[in-house]
């Protein structure tokens, strides 16, 4: 398990292992997502339907190689208008003495299509296919195979790129520099040697519904103020990050799915005004989603995030951002671990068997956390440490391994109502290690194994009505905590309805005890006020508070010191 401290994770480039040979015609229909495509050798003869074979060629719109030079050298035909765009068609290109790019497109604003053909071996840090200050592109049904970049698009906008194979090549598959409005979909981008598709300060682009898969560091990165994009129905597998977004903004990432990839599904740093919707992040080796370092404002909404190595959800050093209807069930860690953030919301998830806590904010201020469901997590349902200013409402915690809700280490100022803890393994709801000036209010916490409300080591805080019935051992339970008021709560049928151990100055009025076997317990405690509580107990005692115990013994004691003075003076008159 990774530490949970630790800033950044450092990119890792994962090199996969060689994919098997399948044999495919290249068409709209794509791979199966643990399948690499991989031509047989009469590919391009067979199946594109090859006429020719070029090599190094250049079209540049304003030198002496333009659009109607390239029609001389009969590699195109058309005219260049929206009705009547260039074609090039049904060829092989090749870079004759690599390093170089096999076709390079330049500073044109004509319309053209390129189809059917074949872009392999440019080596050196070249491309398949070179577009530089180029608009009004159309690259459908291609193949673009063992160069650096498959495709590098530089300058480039309002180009469309689908339909097409991009596979093994030696660093990316598609590179956007610079590049606007484009779309790049229904590609199969698999096998790479680096990243599937890369954008740098590119925007309002949209790729979606690809193949991405076994890549070796990533399958999707957008970098360097690559705003306004949208990522949507992309499947990724099996690259080291299937998302990778950092240093850019409000980019919409929804219903990719994103499984097995070696370190994160979607992974944010620096990232911000972004929407997070409707992906499926599962089985990865850290975490399914993962945000960081100044990723402030995103919605992560309505993801799934289950069975990954560590977390579901882990945003760090990240404020105002809105954590929302995700699921994350089954993860190695915990379902949401939100650490060193504020001013954050974390609502309506469904958080169920992680092996540590549904929930867990550490660190954090001014967080909301509502409407949660956390439940069979094998620590806590929710988890607040060293965290304050926090609204903990209506959420429902129960059957966890430890507490549903546990407030601990010096988390202050913290509301918590309207929860419920219940039939979990420890106490609905334990504050402890000076979690002080906490207020728990309209809570319910029942038939849990130990407690109702443990307090514990921590003072000055205020319990008021609340509910903690049919617990197996004290209703409301302080331990070594002082200056707490329990004030208007009910605690029926535990063992005690309040117990203090070690702990002083405490208030407990007006509350409801009733069906417990005591009442009231008390053990090494001092200055504690019981006034006005409705008790009846069951287990034989007198049902009694201890104040008025301490009165009633008080009188007696009174009593029978003034019949001995009374009968020594008595006894001495008679003498």
């Known amino acids: ?83 009547d765009p260039y074609i090039i068609e049904d060829d092989i290109f090749i870079s004759s003495a690599p390093p170089g790019d096999c076709l390079s497109i330049l500073n044109s604003e004509k319309y ?141 990432i929804s219903n990719n799915d994103l499984i097995d990839n070696n370190l994160f599904g979607i992974y944010l740093e620096d990232a911000d005004q972004s929407d997070v919707i409707s992906n499926t992040a599962n089985d990865h080796g850290v975490a399914g989603i993962y945000i960081e370092l100044g990723s402030d404002g995103n919605t992560i909404s309505k993801n799934t995030a289950n069975n990954n190595l560590d977390d579901g959800i882990y945003v760090l050093d990240s404020d105002n951002n809105t954590i929302k209807e995700n699921t994350m069930n089954h993860n190695g860690d915990d379902g949401i671990w939100v650490d060193v953030c504020q001013d954050s919301i974390v609502n309506k998830n469904t958080a169920y068997n992680n092996s540590g806590n549904g929930i867990h ?46 407030v601990y280490s010096s988390s202050t100022n913290n509301i918590l109502r309207f929860n419920i803890g219940q039939f979990n393994n420890l106490s609905g709801i334990h504050l402890l290690s000076t979690s002080n000036f906490n207020l728990l209010i309209d809570n319910l916490a029942t038939n849990n194994q130990e407690h109702g409300i443990y307090i514990q080591t921590s003072d000055s805080n205020t319990l008021t009505s609340n509910t903690a019935n049919n617990n197996e051992l004290n209703g409301i339970n302080l331990l070594s905590s002082d200056a707490n008021s329990i004030v208007s709560n009910i605690a029926k049928n535990n063992k005690n309805g309040t117990f203090l151990d070690s702990s002083n100055n405490n208030i407990i009025t007006n509350n409801i005890l009733t069906g417990n076997a005591a009442c009231f317990n008390e053990t090494g405690s001092t200055g504690n006020i019981f006034e006005g509580n409705i008790c009846t107990s069951v287990g034989g005692g007198l049902g009694i508070d201890p104040t008025t115990i301490l009165l009633i013994t008080s009188i007696i004691e009174g009593v029978a010191i003034l019949a001995l003075v009374s009968l020594f003076f008595i006894r001495k008159r008679k003498s």
């Open 1 to 83: 398990m990774l530490s949970k401290n630790k800033p950044k994770f450092t990119v890792l480039l994962i090199t996969f292992l060689t994919c098997s040979i399948i044999t495919i015609t290249i068409d709209t229909n794509f791979l199966a997502s643990n399948e690499i495509f991989e031509p047989t050798p009469d590919y391009e003869t067979t199946s594109l339907k090859i006429s020719a074979t070029y090599s190094d060629i250049v079209i540049n719109d304003i030198g002496g190689t333009d659009w109607e030079w390239a029609i001389t050298q009969g590699y195109c035909v058309g005219s260049g208008t929206v009705g």
């Open 112 to 252: 053209f299509i390129i189809r059917n053909c074949s872009f392999k071996v440019s080596g050196g840090n070249d491309a398949g296919l070179y577009l530089f200050n180029v608009t009004n592109g159309q690259i459908n049904n291609n193949f673009f195979y063992d160069n650096y970049y498959g495709m590098e698009l530089e300058q480039v906008n309002n180009t469309e790129i689908r339909d097409s194979q991009i596979v093994d090549n030696t660093h990316d598959g598609i590179f956007l520099s610079d590049s606007h409005y484009n779309t790049i979909s229904n590609n199969n981008i698999s096998g790479n040697s680096n990243q599937g598709i890369l954008l740098d300060d590119s925007t309002h682009n949209t790729i979606s519904n690809n193949e991405i898969n076994d890549n070796g560091a990533i399958g999707i990165i957008l970098v360097t103020n690559s705003n306004d994009n949208t990522l949507s129905g992309n499947d990724a597998t099996r690259n080291g990050y299937g998302i990778y977004i950092d240093t850019c903004s409000e980019n919409t």
């Open 361 to 406: 904010l550490n660190n954090g201020d001014n967080i909301t956390c509502t409407e949660n469901l956390v439940y069979e997590n094998q620590e806590n349902g929710i988890r607040l440490f060293s965290t304050d200013n926090c609204i903990i409402e209506d959420n429902n915690a129960h059957h966890n391994g430890l507490d549903g809700i546990r």
